[in-house]
């Protein structure tokens, strides 16, 4: 759910549940983001990981 | 026919060999298969859940897997956050286990909401009021996790590590592994707590509330405690038991004694807080709501005292006592013994937080409800059983999970072969054909 979504009520419940979901979620998928790029541009660069 | 595919540097059984193991293990799954499709079309009505168990075995197994599945966060915890080196020797295969409760957990849910395709409706119609949402927010986020730990693993299968875009992806999620396992940490937290928090919250059921602290009874810490304490042990169960069925050493004892010890403090102190509640709540809690303590182990034909000293005393105190001495945890047999008793214990824990609180007699005209699963209940409980047997057989054939194998299992060659391997290999190894591991 959104803060958008016509359910989403501004009270400490959304914000905790959906915040800590969208923080979880960032995290996993900025560090997947990072990790796919990086060997992509590594790969084009060949640039062996070690 | 498949040693293109298999680690360098180990012997694996001939692959008719295989391939029957994973027939005969293939039969339950299928098994569990079918069941699981008649839940899901013909409904619920397979079951025996009825008014009294609307959380029955599957919520049991669901409990239980999640917490022999808790060795994977903390040993990344202990890997990744606290530096315990020697750890990344067992950490692959924390991580296969640990993937595979979470993903068997997540199977038997999509099993028991009925419904498996509104189960998006819990992260869009979320009741924040309710600590299921949480369970259900984590136990997803945490699978995504479990999921980043375990693709590294297989892009280091031999084949696939030659392609340099895996490869250098596997090396640069090694890279960041910290955070995932931190991220991990942080959400196994939460999910285990709330699991807890769900039974200690039910003020109407006087055999599972607790006191607590804020909005979280105390079984929300004893049950994050308690999979921190017991799922060491079931990593350390599952891999003695690969070591029998494959016939090898595949981690150093100063390794398994580290995990042991640690398990072995975790469970020491988790049961001593256990005692604490147990007594607290039958000194206080239940009888500030009309209960004695025999009251709830008496009158009915399977929950007597002998269930609570189990789960304390024979899956507590006995495994604490084993693993926290040097002698006890030295001794591979007491050590094994120790470690079975954990997990049974854990099991048990689980059993009588969702089982008996639901059979135990609440209104003066209530009598005790005991529960029979049916076939079809039983078999989609073994189901995630026979998935993980068949997981843990294809990844310890085609990865790298154990790092000291090769070293703990040379192969000896007679002197002609390793002439002709010799002359068989390219003349450099580059990094390229390291693992990221090994590089």
Known sequence: MFPFSFEWVWDMGHMVFHGGLWYALGIIGLGMTYCIIKAAVDTVGKKSGH | MDSALIPRGVKRCPVWQFALGLGIVGIVLLWG????????????????????????????????VIALGGGAFFTGFLRYLIGKDELKNIINFAVVI??????????????????????????????????????????????????????????????INKIPFFHNLGHNMHEIMAVFAATGAFLSFFHQGS????????????????????????????????????????????????????????????????????????????????????????????????????????????????????????????????????????????????ITLGVIGICLNRWVMVLQTMAVPVMTFDTWQLYYPSWQEVATTILPVAYGII????????????????????????DHQIEESVSDQPPLVTAQDLSPAES
């Open chain 2, 391 to 414: 997981l843990v057989m294809i990844s310890f054939r085609y990865l790298p999970i154990f790092p000291q194998e090769t070293e703990l299992n040379p192969i000896v060659t007679p």
């Open chain 2, 98 to 159: 640990g993937f595979i409760c979470y993903s068997s957990a997540l199977l038997i849910l999509a099993i028991d909401v009925g419904q498996p395709l509104r189960s998006w409706f819990i992260f869009w119609h979320a009741n924040v009021h309710s600590m299921l949402t949480e369970v259900a927010f984590c136990l997803s986020c945490y699978f995504g996790v479990l999921t980043i730990e375990y693709i590294p693993l297989i892009l280091e299968n031999r084949q």
């Open chain 2, 195 to 338: 699991l807890g928090g769900v039974s200690g919250v039910l003020f109407g059921r006087p055999f599972a509330v607790r006191e607590g602290v804020l909005i979280w009874p105390w079984t929300f810490f004893l049950f994050t405690w308690s999979a921190a304490a017991y799922g060491p042990c079931f990593t350390l169960l599952v891999t003695r038991i690969t070591e029998v069925v494959s016939g090898k050493k595949l981690v150093k004892e100063n390794v398994v004694q580290l995990l042991a010890k640690i398990s072995g403090w975790m469970i020491g102190t988790y049961i001593i807080a256990k005692i604490i509640d147990t007594w607290y709540w039958a000194a206080v809690t239940a009888p500030a709501r009309g209960f004695s303590l025999m009251d709830f182990y008496s009158g009915n034909a399977l929950y007597g005292i002998w269930i609570l000293i189990a789960e304390i005393v024979v899956g507590g105190v006995v495994p604490a006592a084993i693993l926290l001495t040097n002698t006890g945890r030295r001794n591979s047999t007491a050590r094994l013994v120790a």
């Open chain 2, 33 to 64: 298969v079918y069941a699981m499709l008649l839940c899901w079309f013909k409904g619920l009505n397979q079951t025996n859940m009825n008014d009294y168990y609307g959380f029955a075995l599957w919520i049991w197994a669901d409990l239980a």
